[in-house]
Antibody, heavy 122, light 111 residues
Framework: EVQLLESGGGLIQPGGSLRLSCVAS????????MNWVRQAPGKGLEWVSN????????NYADSVKGRFTISRDNSKNTLYLQMDSLRAEDTAVYYCAKRYENTPRGRYFDYWGQGTLVTVSS | QSALTQPASVSGSPGQSITISCTGT?????????VSWYQQPPGKAPKVMIF???NRPSGVPDRFSGSKSGNTASLTISGLQAEDEADYYC???????????FGAGTKVTVL
C-alpha cells in the first residue's frame, strides 16, 4: 500500500524558516517524481515544486522561487521542502504528491499525503 | 487567480447527471491530453478520479467520465450519489512557467 506521510508544519513568524518532510512507502521512491502542492485555507490547490527521481532536476512556482528548496534522500525514502523567508501568503496545508510516472502519459498525481499545515503569522 | 476556470458550484439531485467545465488555454488544456480531475471531500486529501482527459483509475466508479474539446475539459458525474458531495479540481500539464496548473475548484452539492 502506498503511503505518504508529511510532517514539519506549524506556526512560524514572517521571515522565518521551516522544513517539511514527506516519508514515502509502498512504491519505488527513487524512481518516482515527487511534488509539493499547497492549499491556502478555503482556497484551491496550487502546485509548488517538483523533483525527479534522481534529484537532478527541480522546478518551482514563481510564487516560491528563490525562497523554497525541494530535495530528496532516496536512502531514507524522504522528500523535503525547505521554506525560507516565509510570508503570510504561504499559510496553507502542504501536500506531497507522487506523480504517476515521468512520461507524457504520467502527468498527474496518483497518490497524495494527508497534508501538514503551515501557518505564517506574528 | 487560478490558471484554469471552473464554476464555483454545481448541484443536482440524486440520480441526476451533472457536468463541471474547466477552461484553460492552448498552453495547457488545449495543448496536451494531460487533463486530470481530483475529488476532495471536506478535510481530506485530493484523490484522482480522471487522468489523461478520460481515463479512470482502478476503483473509480464508471459514473465518472471526462472529455475535452479545444481549451475546455469537462467532468460528468452520472447517477449522482450523496457520497459524491465534495470539491472537484481540474488540472492540466502546462507549457507556462509552472508545469502543472489547477482550477479554483467546484463544490458539488447533492440536493
Amino acid at each position: 500500500e502506498v503511503q505518504l506521510l508529511e510532517s514539519g508544519g506549524g506556526l512560524i513568524q514572517p521571515g522565518g524558516s521551516l522544513r517539511l518532510s514527506c516519508v514515502a512507502s509502498g512504491f519505488t521512491f527513487s524512481s518516482s517524481a515527487m511534488n509539493w502542492v499547497r492549499q491556502a485555507p478555503g482556497k484551491g490547490l496550487e502546485w509548488v515544486s517538483n523533483i525527479i527521481g534522481s534529484g537532478g532536476s527541480t522546478n518551482y512556482a514563481d510564487s516560491v522561487k528563490g525562497r523554497f528548496t525541494i530535495s530528496r534522500d532516496n536512502s531514507k525514502n524522504t522528500l523535503y521542502l525547505q521554506m525560507d523567508s516565509l510570508r503570510a501568503e504561504d499559510t496553507a496545508v502542504y501536500y506531497c504528491a507522487k506523480r504517476y510516472e515521468n512520461t507524457p502519459r504520467g502527468r498527474y498525481f496518483d497518490y497524495w499525503g494527508q497534508g501538514t499545515l503551515v501557518t505564517v503569522s506574528s | 487567480q487560478s490558471a484554469l476556470t471552473q464554476p464555483a458550484s454545481v448541484s443536482g439531485s440524486p440520480g441526476q447527471s451533472i457536468t463541471i467545465s474547466c477552461t484553460g488555454t492552448s498552453s495547457d488544456i488545449g495543448g496536451y491530453n494531460s487533463v486530470s480531475w481530483y475529488q476532495q471531500p471536506p478535510g481530506k486529501a485530493p484523490k484522482v478520479m480522471i487522468f489523461e482527459v478520460s481515463n479512470r483509475p482502478s476503483g473509480v466508479p464508471d459514473r465518472f467520465s471526462g472529455s475535452k474539446s479545444g481549451n475546455t475539459a469537462s467532468l460528468t458525474i452520472s447517477g449522482l450519489q450523496a457520497e459524491d458531495e465534495a470539491d472537484y479540481y481540474c488540472s492540466s500539464y502546462s507549457s507556462s512557467s509552472t508545469p502543472f496548473v489547477f482550477g479554483a475548484g467546484t463544490k458539488v452539492t447533492v440536493l
